[in-house]
Each structure stands twice: as C-alpha cells, then as structure tokens.
C-alpha cells in the first residue's frame, strides 16, 4: 500500500500539517520549561494574549458534543456535518493558544507544578482534538466508533480541568470557591473558609512587624504577580512553606534559616536579597526577622511579647523611579509655543529654555544680561507669560513698570527679583500669582508694607528678604514668619 | 568670546568689591591665598551662573608624621580653615535663595580611623590617625536635599558601617538625580561597555535623604 499526497483527503493533509506544531509545543515544554526566569518583555506581552485567546478552543472543543447529541434529534440532522469542521477549528486554535501560553509561562517568571500541570493539560487538550479530528466519521457503524466517543468525553473533562488550573493560576488557587456560601460548602463538606492567613493574628508580631517588611521589600517578586524561585511572601503560610529552595525559616534559629542568611549576606554578593539593586532591608528590619525567627517564627505571638524590637523599623521612603519621556507627546505640546520660542531665544540668546526635557514649561533667565535688560523689553515675554513657572530677573534695570507684565505670568512658581529697582508696588500687583512657591527681593527697597500680600500665596515656601528694608524682627502674622529667609 | 570671558571673569574674582561685612563673614582677606577667598568666590561664580564649581582644600592627610599632619596643630588648622567660610558660604546662598538649585557636596575620598596611628608599633610623635576606606562621611546641603537628615551608622568605634550602607555609586545617582539626571540613561558607549558615572553595579538614588 503506497500513501502519497495527492490521494490523502484534505482533512488528513490538515492534520499532519497541525501534528508538526504539536511535536514542536511538547518539545519546547520538554527543554524550555518554565522556570522562573523573567524574560523578554514582547514576549510575555504577547503571552498575555494567551487569556484572551484560549476560550475558543474551549468553546469548541464543548460544542462538539453538542452538536453530535443535537444532531441525532430528527429536527437538527445537519448539525453533525460541522462537527468536522469545528474539531479542525478547535486544534488550530488550541495550538496558537498553546503557543501563546507557553510564551507567557517561559517570560513571566512561572514555575511550579501548577502550571506544569496547566501545560501539559493543554497539550493532551490539543492532542486529543486532533485525535477526534482524525478518528470522526472514520470507524462510523463500527464498533471502533466508540474509541472517537471516548475521545470526546476525555477531551471534555480534561479541557475542564486545565481551565480549572489555569483560572488557578490568573486568579488565585481558590478561585472558585472563595465566596461559595457557607450552608453550600457545609453541605459539599468542603473545610469552612478562613478570610486572611489562617494562624496569623492581626496583633500578632507577624502581622504588624514582620509582614510590612516582606511587603516593602519582597512582595513585588515573591508575591501574587511574580513567584521567583516559586517563592511568596505574602502569607505566613506561604513563608513557612518556602520556595524552590526548601524551607526558608527554621523557627528558633535564624542563622540558620534561608531568609535570614540571604537578607544578611555582604550587599555585593549574588545571592543577596532583595537582588538586582533593590533597596536592602534596614538594619532594623533585619533585626525583627531574627527577633521574630529567634523567637518560634510564630504566627500568633503578640507583638508586644518580643522584647527590644525596634519600633517604626519599617521604612516609608519609597524608591526613586525615572519616567520614560514620551518625546513625541512633549514635542505636541510645545508645538503651539515654538515660533514665539525661537524668535525670543534669537533676541535674546541663553535666556529662555524649556524646564527640562519631558516639560513644555519655560524658564527665563535674564539675570545675566544685567542693566541691558530694561522694563521696555519685558513685552517681548508677554506672548509666553503665561507657560513661564521660573523667572529670574535679578540684577536687571526693571522697575515697578514691569510689575504688569509679570502679573500675567500666572503659573509661575518662582521669581527672583534681586538687586532690582522694584518696590511694594510690584509686589502688590502679584497678589494674583497663586502658584508662587518662591519670591526672591535680596538687596530691594521692599519694604514691611509689602508682606501682607505674601498672605495671599498659598503655596508660598521662601520669600527672600535679606538686605531690604525689612527687618529681621518686623511683625508678621506667624504663617508668613516662617517663610521669610533674612 | 575669550574678550568676554576675561572681562567677565575678573570681575567674578574681584572680591573687593565685596562689603566689608561679606568679608568678614567669610574670614576673607582679598589678596591672600585661602580657602575663605575661594567660598565667596564660589559664590560670584554661582551668581554668574557658572554650573559647576569645585574647592579644592588640602593638607588633610592627617598621619600624624609632622606637626602639619597633627590632630590637635595642622588638622585643627585645617579645621578652622574651612569651618567659617563653608558656614558664611551656605548662609550666603540661603540667604540669596540660591541654595534652592544649588547642590553643595562637601566630602573626601576617604575616611580617617578613630584610632590613633602608631606605625610599626611605635608610639608616635604628634597624634594622627590612619586611612579609612570602609566608613566615612559626606555631608550635602541646598537643592533638593532634606536640611537635618542624617543617614546610615558606623559602629561604636567609627570603623565599619552597621547601618543604611550609602556606596559611593549611590552618592552620585542621589547627586545626578537632584541635577535632574536619570542615572540610568547617562551613559557613552567606550571599550564595549556602556560607561555611566555609577559603574557597572546596581546604584540606587538615596531617596531618604530626598527633600
């Protein structure tokens, strides 16, 4: 018996080329397991489609069995005919998914049997997809017939229970029945439901000493998004229960307890914690782990039972994160100002500029063009005033005849004004600048009279009044006291 | 552009035409070679918005080998040195609002053990203290700085720090970040590597000491 190409059916041409994607998906299972890594960042964003895509093959491989019942009702005879064609759909779509899944498993930092489990319940889904694909219609009046049967049936329960898993993994381990009604699971004798970590007392040192810490420092990869080394930290089952690794707490003895070695070892060192530069535990936090391991590890012991732990130990700094600067969202923004920009910057070179990079804002600087700089050419800003938040016009020739101009500059946060001709009366004008944070008039002729303005800034931090006709000791209501710098 | 610079900056140097009130809160005598002179030049400079001004101060390699290097002659003279000046310096800029964007760093290379040096175990003629490298101190006031802040711990003996360990790595990403620097970004491609001024090892921005 010869077997070519040609004389094989379409459906048969279908199936051995999905077998190829098949044989591929338990290969990279087999040698490119999960396991803990995060990778590359394309690839678990297109493992996220994983989610979305997976209820196809679901849906069809479920409605085949429909199909085949409803077909044998008289009324329904031609459902059966696209049964065929929807085992076909199924396996294609349950190998694209599969493929998505294993991207996302491989990237994501998984590990562990659940979604070793979840795998290779996915794969058997698909194999057996095929296997029906291939098998329908093909035995039809034999007794072989049955074998296409038992087919669907296994392949219904197992897509069930690899949905189960995988709603395990998105969703948590108990997902299902974490709000199933207590008559029901009396009933179901399922162990009635315990909210929060079962032994771990809300007064208990864990809770209030301990647990910060790990959520400060740990959580962020040993937690409910990410389980490096198949680790979490986010219960106290989950830290007695450990990682990869084994145990992590060996109650009474610290030294000899995982997490408290690797949260000591010398900062350079690769198996120090937290890694990858993270902000490392204070000496006072390492301190209430050992207390806390020291003293049983226990989930209940009251947090004032251990004595000498340092109290506020948790530190509340968060770290310094850098933005990504959206170059082209800021190059939008400051397209409008962008003409009148360049034709100051001509008139004027190096005193206006852009506050930084990520920011359409201005900043002016005239202080350096010292008495060449007059009230006469204050008009020349007046098409920006209003994107202006640091002005310096210190050391400059204005006078009060400038205060006008500057008046418009409403969100500007600081102004200097130093060794200028300016007097109460500019000060007076800007009572309206509600975002001044900082008011620079050193070496001014301001005097006390002008203070009462300063009333009216809300978010008003420094006014710099040293060499004016201020004194130090001049009566001022107690909020405007303590911002004045002599 | 060389005219402007050399007209510009004499008149930045010239300190005569300070008040005589200014030089005395420095201990500054124009003409002389000090370090209190170089403050309040610091000062015109940064006026001048020149951005990046470093004073230099030396004589601190205090061994205790001459009475130079002694702790209680030549390192209470250095001591003296700075002490006014730095003082009249921040005063000045706070004064003038200027330390609300001006970074002043203040620091060595090393630390100085709190034990008396006494090399091959002689006892030593003047009193001076050894090098230090595991522990030292570095102090930053102005721009973008919490004022009061203390942070990390030695021991008792000001020998190892036991505490809130700052690498000097983490001292300049807590300085580029208050230039406005992403620490991460700054960097040029030489010999293979992307250089960046924090090395090649993880360094993280001091954010406790962040005003």
Sequence with gaps: MTFSLRQMSIRTRFGLLALAPLLLLVTLLLFLPPDGVERAEWAQFI????LLSIHFPIALILLVPVLEIAGRIRRFPDLRASVDFSLALATFSAIVALTLGWCLARSG??????VTQHMWGGIFVAALSWLCWMLHGRFLGQRLDFIYAFGLVVAVGLVSWTGYRGGQLSQGENHLTEHMPT?????????QEDKGPTAAASTSFFTICVEPVFAGHCNSCHGPSKQRSRL?????????RGGKHGVIVKAGNPQGSELFHRVTLPAGDDKFMPAEGKRPLSADEVKLLELWIAA?????????????????????????TFEEIDTAAVEKRRAPLASAVAQLQKRFPDVLEYESRGSADLVVNVSLMGAKFGDKDMAALKPLAEQIVVADFSDTAITDGSAAFIAVMKRLRVLRLMHTQVTDTTLHMLGDLNQLESLNVFGTAVTPGALEVAARWPKLQHLYTGETKIPADVQVSEAVRGKLVF | MAFRMQMDATDAMDIHKEPAAV??????????????NNCLVARRLAERGVRFIQLYHWGWDSHGSNAKEALNLGFADRCREVDQPIAALLADLKQRGMLEDTLVVWGGEFGRTSMRENRFGQVMQFVGRDHNPGAFTIWMAGGGIKPGTTYGETDAMGYEIVKDAVEIRDLHATMLYVLGFDYHKLNYSFQGLEQKLTSVKPARVVAEVLA
């Design chain 1, 47 to 50: 493992g996220r489609f994983h």
């Design chain 1, 109 to 114: 930092g998984y590990s562990g049997s659940l």
């Design chain 2, 23 to 36: 030089l005395t809160n420095y201990g500054s005598k124009p003409g002389e070679s000090s370090f209190a």
């Design chain 1, 232 to 240: 979490r930290l986010d219960s106290y089952e989950a830290v007695m």
């Design chain 1, 296 to 320: 049983g590890a226990s989930p209940s012991l009251a947090a004032d039972a251990i004595k000498g732990a340092p109290t506020n130990a948790v530190s509340t700094v968060a770290d310094v």
């Design chain 1, 183 to 191: 008559v029901l699971r009396a009933w179901l004798r399922l162990p």
